[in-house]
């Protein structure tokens, strides 16, 4: 009889269980980089000269927007700017959560989403809390929040949010051409965001640039380890059993 198979299910379920240690660590380290990288590019803004000089180049197109606003642009940026506020955000997810998990079955794409959307919130969360940056000197069109103007927390969520929607959704069964317009959409909500922060004085221009690379780099650091975890039943270079690849 052979003595070593029936340790073979227990060395798989260490090799995996170190695998997402791995993954874990990876992620951590990918977040802190990517606060230090945000937290000195928003240092630099605030507390150089030359940052001072891009915070002037930024005033000028806040001060541009604000001199054309009207009546129905401000009715649209409202409704673009509340895609990406909190208690949206939070619905989309919950939802997003619910159909991809319960209804669908498709746990790993539910963790895509609430990794996504959870650490993108606490690398926000850290930057804003270490970069002191007033919001832009024009009149504010939505109540001002307590965090500092740099990042743009809106936008960085549609980015995590939305984008990952879309990578998913392009990695699903849904056929092609239902799956491209969709996508195209959800893609377009980041953009439409941060338009919308600059149109009502929330945020400067170079803001919501840092909150796309925010959103954007962390939701890629997130897809980069969304392979599932080697199993039993799989070899290590094996496709994952639901057909997902990013």
């Known amino acids: 009889m052979d003595q070593t198979a029936g340790l073979l299910p227990a060395r798989t379920h260490v090799r995996g ?29 605030t507390r150089t000269a030359a940052g001072r000089t891009v915070t002037r180049w930024d005033t000028v197109i806040s001060r541009w927007a604000a001199a054309h606003r009207t009546a129905t642009l401000n009715g649209w940026t409202h409704l673009g700017s509340s895609i990406s506020n909190t208690s949206t955000v939070v619905a989309v997810t919950v939802v997003a959560l619910l159909v991809l998990g319960p209804m669908l079955r498709r746990w790993h794409d539910a963790v895509i989403v609430l990794v996504a959307v959870l650490g993108e919130l606490v690398v926000f969360v850290l930057v ?4 002191e940056r007033a919001r832009p000197p024009v009149p504010h069109l939505d109540p001002a929040p307590p965090t500092s103007s740099f ?25 092609r051409r239902a799956a491209w317009p969709l996508a195209t959409l959800l893609c377009l909500i980041p953009v439409i965001v941060a338009v919308s922060r600059i149109y009502r004085g929330m945020h400067y221009f ?17 897809l980069r380890l969304a392979a599932p975890l080697d199993g039993p039943a799989r070899s290590r270079g094996a496709p994952a059993d639901d057909g997902t690849d990013y």
Do not use: E
Not at 128 to 131: D, L
Not at 206 to 222: H, R, S
């Open 206 to 222: 170079t803001d919501v640039v840092a909150g796309a690379i925010l959103g954007g780099t962390w939701l890629v650091l997130t």
């Open 128 to 131: 804003t809390a270490t970069v």
């Open 17 to 45: 269980r170190i695998s997402l240690v791995r993954r874990a660590l990876f992620l951590v380290t990918g977040g802190a980089v990517l606060w230090l990288a945000l937290t000195a590019l928003g240092l630099f803004l």
């Open 151 to 175: 990042p743009s927390g809106h936008t960085a969520a549609a980015m995590a949010l939305h984008v990952g929607l879309a990578v998913i959704c392009m990695h699903s069964p849904v056929p």
